[in-house]
């Protein structure tokens, strides 16, 4: 495959089959449409190609700037076309949760600007709203702004209505699947695969999936901000289920541990949500006569990598990593307790003569602002991983822990004698009681 | 009524459940003192304290907890403050004299917000802290100081306009504070005044529900205190404000049904939940919601001293993505918060009687006018959307438990009202939204809004019309009794037992 551009790349996805062994469906053939295989990374490489091809050269000939109301996928891709046709890209938005995709942006070069919050003290009068001041601003006189405007821009519907949908049945051997499942978030992928797929055989059913309102799963809507997008029609769906994120983590971990699909959050909500909905009809067909088999697709929007942090918080449990030698949580009650400590005026008569190693853990821009004259610096995430390759000092030399109130370095100070150093002691009270006591504090 | 009754419970701790289950009690205050009447219950406050304390201990962190006079002109709530070891923040002449008034002594007062000159001379006279949000202010107060030859004052500066790198925040403008940007001749004229002024810190309120503006700010707030620090001065605190939020509703399921029903009659696939369609900021534009919903998150897991909690624990990006509590602790910095309505959650409620009850000809929900105006009741006023706890007049007619009617009476079962007010104008709404109650109230029946002591209960309050602005009470717990006096007449050393 040989292309001239990297956005010919965009489009013509694998449909793939879901082993049943995995998903347990008897009479009914699962695919997942995978776009994440898409050159940027998503299913949103078609709409943001589609809406802003025909505005890219007039835009770089008055040195515009891009700009889309966007969490995520949409900005990736518009922030690296842009950057193809040399115009700037800036994202807007409230909704940017994650933190690698917020970084994945500014490495590509885009403006974030987040909005504000909601208001803690409500001000009746207030007329403004955010959104409202954003489209102000595009659509002042002299603005050179080329604005997306994806929730409502038909082009977006239309690129899966020429592309998505035709390229699913030409995969089915020129059939529209019996079911379509698919997450709702600008509603430009459902609606313009529903349509096309409806076109070809007016019986698809259509399924759309939104998140469970007390829940966040990126790239998909809950009812009430489903009905914020101008794309949306619920005529479209035959069904709006909505799903969990506790459940899209499951079905994205199934996609990926056992169909070696490395979807991320939004793909495995459709992937559990599909399942979910098909069982029951998979049950009605199981009873009754040897049917026909029927086929379902779902879309795999994006990838897996740029939601660890969404899913470590969620599921702390997936990334278990075996235990380490020398670590203070192995520390007993009674080692803590018996830590070897000394106090302020007992520590300042020390450092005169006994000249112990003083070691702050404090962070280094607090380390920098004040500290023990003669200290050396550890940060404590530091200390902690020198300590699993066993004692950092000789055991000659006398070591003083500080930190802020003396409590982690009681713990260290416990780890460092179990470890076999004679001669180390916690500052009681931390650098905390150092200064309450009006012992001398310095910037170098 | 269309469907099932869409309520909005309030959340009940126990004290104020066991308040609202003393009928016989609210019954003869109000008739005694008439309705609307404010309760207040001072001992909640304390708890309140606690639990803000039990964050800071947590974290290690030392510092004051100011509690935001503002929020309520209580006396019984101030004194029983007095009582702990927490703090005030005051925002006008007269909120300094009741302070001081109330036994709270000049360290453990800060005086914030806009100020006359009466204000900044006995702020400085009594050797309270000032927290200045301009270098005029600044100005202002060290001319007064030399000119009357006031003791040395402490203060803090406000801060605003706080910039993240990486990604810009937009904040809501702020009329207070200084830019950050501005802060070096802030700090040039700090070193000028040195004579007459010591610098405590630096500070900020952020209007905004957002942990990540906040953890901005403080980011900031750390910043420039390392820029007083390497011009020589002794900084050691950062007020942090408050905006840390009460969650009002007993059930995130009802808020989340209650919020979607909304958009669904705003878009015309149900039928209206508001008097004359309101929307509460959100309209209909070609089968589109346009707008953004005007409304407080009522029911909201993360508030309070929780909020406070997530707060201290979010990583500072900018500085080296150790948790906000753990640079505060490293850099000794103590940390101030001025919770107003989080130190006030539970803390009071308002009654107000039923008056009439009328059906309306073409169905469609009851008019429900209570012996109260909408300024008495400001929850509308400030977006929280909170269902009252009716106190039946006869105790036979419904059930014992709070806020639930079994009664056996034709009225039984749940009905759909719209509450008005007392005043003689067609604004004077209790509530805009038709509000859901379990049974038929009567006249002569109480309607309790729970949790209105944050604002909600004399923030807004008026004499217009010459009707009475609602009176106001303390009560406190004896075993198992509830005792009240006047709010003015309640002094710590009031209650007997209890917490004393």
Redesign the interface.
Known sequence: MRYDSITDAIGNTPLVRIDPAVHGLRNIDLYAKLELLNPFGSVKDRAAWNMARPHLSAAAEGAGQVVELSSGNTAKALAVLAGIHGLTFKSVTNRMRIPEIKDLLLLLGAEIEELPGQSECLDPTATDDPLTLFHRTLSEPDSTYLHTDQYFNPRNTEAHFTGTGPEIVKDLDGRAPDWFIACVGTAGSSTGVARALREHDPAVRVAGLVAAKSDFIPGIRTIDEAHEVGLFDPGTYDTIESVSADEAIEGMLTLNRRCGILAGPTGGAAYFGAVRQLRAFDEELADGEPAERQSAVFIVCDRVESYLSYVRQRRPDLFGRPRRRNSPADLSDAELRTAPAIGVADAQAWIATGGPLVVDLRSSYAYAALHIDGSVNIVDELFEELLHGGLPFSRNRPVLLACPVGEKSARYAALLTRMGHPDVRSLTGGIIAWRDAGAPLVRD | MGGQPLYLEPRLEPRLRSLLGAPALLHTLTDALGSPLNMVVPDQLADNLQQFRSVYGTH?L?GQVYFAHKANRSSALLRRLAATDAGVDVASLGELQHALGAGLTPERITATGPKNPEFLWLAARTSVTVSLDTRGELEQLATLVRKHALPRVRILLRLSGFEAS???????RSRFGTAVRESAPLLEAVERHADVADLVGVAYHL????L??KATALEGC?RVL?EC??RGLRPRAVDIGG?F?VNYLAH?GQW?RY??EL??AV?GTRPPLTYAGHGY?LRNEA??????L????AHRPVAGARYLDELLSHPAAS??G?PLA??L????YDLHTEPG?ALLDQCGLTLTKVLEVRGQESGGPLLVRLAAKADDVALE???VLMDPVVVPRDPAGAGADVGVGTGPDAGAGPVAVHLFGSLCLESDLITRRTVFLPRRPEPGDLLAFANTAG?CMDFHATRAQHQPSARKVAAWQEGDTWRWCLDDQYWPTTPVGGAQ
């Open positions: 290690h030392s990486g990604v810009r925040v937009l904040s809501r209007d905004t529900t957002s990540a503006e750390l390392e620090r390497s905006g939020g995130g989340e919020t979607t958009t669904e878009l900021g089968g589109t919601l346009r707008g953004t005007g409304l407080y998150p500085l080296g150790r753990a640079l602790l490293e850099h000794l309505r006023e400030h977006g604002y």
